[in-house]
Protein backbone atom coordinates (compact mmCIF):
# COMPACT_ATOMS: atom_id res chain seq x y z
CA UNK A 1 0.00 0.00 0.00
CA UNK A 2 2.94 2.50 0.69
CA UNK A 3 4.37 2.17 -2.86
CA UNK A 4 0.77 2.31 -4.08
CA UNK A 5 0.53 5.84 -2.07
CA UNK A 6 3.48 6.76 -3.66
CA UNK A 7 2.74 5.74 -7.21
CA UNK A 8 -0.75 6.82 -7.10
CA UNK A 9 0.74 10.99 -5.58
CA UNK A 10 3.68 11.01 -7.90
CA UNK A 11 0.94 10.02 -10.90
CA UNK A 12 -0.94 12.79 -9.81
CA UNK A 13 -4.73 10.64 -9.10
CA UNK A 14 -5.96 12.78 -6.52
CA UNK A 15 -8.62 10.69 -5.29
CA UNK A 16 -7.21 7.82 -5.88
CA UNK A 17 -4.29 9.00 -3.27
CA UNK A 18 -6.37 10.64 -0.93
CA UNK A 19 -8.28 6.58 -0.61
CA UNK A 20 -5.21 4.86 -0.23
CA UNK A 21 -4.10 7.28 2.31
CA UNK A 22 -7.56 6.82 3.95
CA UNK A 23 -7.09 2.98 4.19
CA UNK A 24 -3.53 2.88 4.72
CA UNK A 25 -5.08 5.27 8.34
CA UNK A 26 -8.26 3.29 8.87
CA UNK A 27 -5.58 0.15 9.11
CA UNK A 28 -3.82 1.40 11.59
CA UNK A 29 -0.63 2.93 9.59
CA UNK A 30 1.65 5.51 11.75
CA UNK A 31 0.63 8.99 10.22
CA UNK A 32 4.35 10.43 10.26
CA UNK A 33 5.37 7.19 7.73
CA UNK A 34 1.85 8.41 5.47
CA UNK A 35 3.53 11.80 5.48
CA UNK A 36 7.08 10.19 4.40
CA UNK A 37 5.60 8.68 1.65
CA UNK A 38 4.04 11.82 0.49
CA UNK A 39 7.39 13.31 1.00
CA UNK A 40 9.17 10.50 -1.48
CA UNK A 41 6.65 10.78 -4.07
CA UNK A 42 7.55 14.58 -3.81
CA UNK A 43 10.83 13.76 -4.73
CA UNK A 44 9.54 11.97 -7.76
CA UNK A 45 7.74 14.92 -8.85
CA UNK A 46 10.75 17.35 -8.56
CA UNK A 47 12.77 14.57 -10.83
CA UNK A 48 9.96 14.74 -13.22
CA UNK A 49 9.41 18.55 -13.33
CA UNK A 50 13.33 18.81 -13.57
CA UNK A 51 13.23 16.54 -16.81
CA UNK A 52 10.43 18.45 -18.56
CA UNK A 53 8.17 15.55 -18.31
CA UNK A 54 6.47 17.79 -15.50
CA UNK A 55 5.06 21.61 -15.62
CA UNK A 56 4.00 24.52 -13.06
CA UNK A 57 0.56 23.13 -13.07
CA UNK A 58 1.56 19.64 -12.70
CA UNK A 59 3.72 20.89 -8.98
CA UNK A 60 0.30 22.80 -8.34
CA UNK A 61 -1.40 19.84 -8.43
CA UNK A 62 1.03 18.11 -6.24
CA UNK A 63 0.71 20.46 -3.56
CA UNK A 64 -2.77 20.54 -4.00
CA UNK A 65 -3.43 16.56 -3.47
CA UNK A 66 -0.30 17.06 -0.34
CA UNK A 67 -2.88 19.71 0.91
CA UNK A 68 -5.64 17.58 0.99
CA UNK A 69 -4.03 14.45 2.71
CA UNK A 70 -2.53 16.35 5.44
CA UNK A 71 -6.36 17.74 6.57
CA UNK A 72 -6.66 14.09 6.63
CA UNK A 73 -3.67 12.71 8.46
CA UNK A 74 -3.38 15.92 10.72
CA UNK A 75 -6.12 14.53 13.59
CA UNK A 76 -4.48 11.43 14.09
CA UNK A 77 -1.11 13.42 15.46
CA UNK A 78 -2.21 16.74 16.61
CA UNK A 79 -4.32 15.03 19.83
CA UNK A 80 -1.43 13.31 20.77
CA UNK A 81 1.12 16.14 21.06
CA UNK A 82 1.73 18.75 23.74
CA UNK A 83 -0.11 21.96 23.15
CA UNK A 84 2.36 24.19 24.57
CA UNK A 85 4.54 26.81 22.11
CA UNK A 86 8.01 26.71 21.66
CA UNK A 87 9.97 28.96 19.55
CA UNK A 88 8.87 30.77 16.08
CA UNK A 89 9.91 29.28 12.73
CA UNK A 90 10.01 31.73 9.77
CA UNK A 91 9.31 29.50 6.59
CA UNK A 92 9.54 30.00 3.08
CA UNK A 93 10.59 28.64 -0.90
CA UNK A 94 13.16 30.51 -1.84
CA UNK A 95 13.34 32.90 -5.15
CA UNK A 96 12.95 30.79 -8.74
CA UNK A 97 11.09 27.72 -7.36
CA UNK A 98 7.45 27.70 -6.95
CA UNK A 99 7.60 23.78 -5.21
CA UNK A 100 5.78 24.10 -1.63
CA UNK A 101 4.88 20.34 -1.08
CA UNK A 102 8.08 19.61 1.13
CA UNK A 103 7.33 23.36 2.71
CA UNK A 104 3.82 22.40 3.55
CA UNK A 105 5.06 18.84 5.45
CA UNK A 106 7.39 20.77 7.33
CA UNK A 107 5.53 23.46 8.40
CA UNK A 108 2.28 20.66 9.31
CA UNK A 109 4.81 18.67 11.58
CA UNK A 110 6.48 22.31 13.09
CA UNK A 111 2.86 23.50 14.05
CA UNK A 112 1.91 19.96 15.23
CA UNK A 113 4.72 19.97 17.59
CA UNK A 114 4.13 22.91 19.15
CA UNK A 115 5.94 25.96 17.04
CA UNK A 116 4.60 29.36 15.75
CA UNK A 117 4.99 29.38 12.12
CA UNK A 118 4.83 31.68 9.29
CA UNK A 119 4.49 30.46 6.09
CA UNK A 120 5.52 33.39 3.48
CA UNK A 121 5.30 30.98 0.28
CA UNK A 122 7.22 30.33 -2.49
CA UNK A 123 9.09 31.93 -4.88
CA UNK A 124 10.13 34.59 -2.14
CA UNK A 125 12.89 37.22 -2.92
CA UNK A 126 15.96 37.39 -0.24
CA UNK A 127 14.47 40.98 0.23
CA UNK A 128 11.24 39.57 1.66
CA UNK A 129 12.69 37.02 3.46
CA UNK A 130 14.75 40.34 5.33
CA UNK A 131 11.49 42.05 5.64
CA UNK A 132 9.54 39.00 7.55
CA UNK A 133 12.16 38.29 9.80
CA UNK A 134 12.41 41.77 10.59
CA UNK A 135 8.71 41.69 11.63
CA UNK A 136 7.91 38.18 13.08
CA UNK A 137 11.13 37.98 15.15
CA UNK A 138 11.92 34.22 14.35
CA UNK A 139 14.49 32.26 16.37
CA UNK A 140 15.07 29.78 13.41
CA UNK A 141 14.32 30.28 9.56
CA UNK A 142 14.00 27.40 7.12
CA UNK A 143 14.91 28.05 3.48
CA UNK A 144 13.18 25.48 1.12
CA UNK A 145 13.87 24.32 -2.44
CA UNK A 146 13.18 21.23 -4.68
CA UNK A 147 15.35 22.61 -7.64
CA UNK A 148 19.43 22.81 -7.87
CA UNK A 149 18.78 26.27 -9.31
CA UNK A 150 17.54 27.17 -5.44
CA UNK A 151 20.89 27.09 -3.94
CA UNK A 152 22.35 30.13 -5.03
CA UNK A 153 18.52 31.86 -4.32
CA UNK A 154 19.84 30.12 -0.80
CA UNK A 155 22.98 31.65 -0.62
CA UNK A 156 21.78 34.91 -1.95
CA UNK A 157 19.09 34.87 0.99
CA UNK A 158 21.80 34.06 3.47
CA UNK A 159 24.20 37.14 2.41
CA UNK A 160 20.70 39.35 2.62
CA UNK A 161 20.11 38.38 6.09
CA UNK A 162 23.93 39.52 6.87
CA UNK A 163 23.27 42.40 5.17
CA UNK A 164 20.67 43.75 6.75
CA UNK A 165 22.25 42.59 10.06
CA UNK A 166 20.16 39.71 10.74
CA UNK A 167 22.10 37.11 10.09
CA UNK A 168 23.41 36.48 14.30
CA UNK A 169 19.88 36.97 14.87
CA UNK A 170 18.63 33.45 13.32
CA UNK A 171 19.63 30.11 13.14
CA UNK A 172 18.98 29.08 9.40
CA UNK A 173 18.02 25.60 7.86
CA UNK A 174 18.03 24.52 4.42
CA UNK A 175 15.81 21.66 3.18
CA UNK A 176 14.62 19.75 0.01
CA UNK A 177 15.45 16.76 -1.98
CA UNK A 178 18.45 18.14 -3.71
CA UNK A 179 19.87 19.84 -0.83
CA UNK A 180 22.89 17.58 2.03
CA UNK A 181 25.56 19.03 4.37
CA UNK A 182 27.76 20.66 1.50
CA UNK A 183 24.93 22.26 -0.05
CA UNK A 184 24.40 23.44 3.48
CA UNK A 185 28.38 25.01 3.53
CA UNK A 186 27.96 25.95 -0.01
CA UNK A 187 25.01 28.57 1.16
CA UNK A 188 25.78 29.40 4.65
CA UNK A 189 23.47 27.85 6.64
CA UNK A 190 23.85 26.75 10.36
CA UNK A 191 22.06 23.07 8.97
CA UNK A 192 20.52 20.49 6.75
CA UNK A 193 17.69 18.89 7.73
CA UNK A 194 16.81 15.56 5.61
CA UNK A 195 12.91 15.56 6.41
CA UNK A 196 10.34 16.93 8.12
CA UNK A 197 11.48 15.64 11.50
CA UNK A 198 14.90 17.00 11.27
CA UNK A 199 13.65 19.90 11.24
CA UNK A 200 11.73 19.87 13.90
CA UNK A 201 14.62 18.28 15.90
CA UNK A 202 16.63 21.35 15.02
CA UNK A 203 14.14 24.17 15.99
CA UNK A 204 13.67 22.17 19.28
CA UNK A 205 17.96 22.48 19.50
CA UNK A 206 17.65 26.21 18.59
CA UNK A 207 14.69 27.12 20.98
CA UNK A 208 13.18 27.11 24.48
CA UNK A 209 11.85 23.62 23.40
CA UNK A 210 15.49 22.98 23.40
Known sequence: MQEKLKELMADLKEEEALEAAKEMLDNGEDPLEVLEICRKAVEVVGKRFEEGTY???D???SGEILESISDIVKPHISSDVETKK????LIGTVEGDIHDIGKNIVTFM??????DVMDIGVDVPPAVFVEKIKEFK?????????????FDSM?????ALANAGLRDQVKVMIGGSPTDEKVAEYVGADAYGKDANAAVE????WT???
Open 55 to 57: FIP
Open 59 to 61: LLM
Open 86 to 89: CGKV
Open 110 to 115: LEVNGF
Open 138 to 150: PQVVGLCGLLTLA
Open 155 to 159: KNTIE
Open 202 to 205: LSRK
Open 208 to 210: ACA
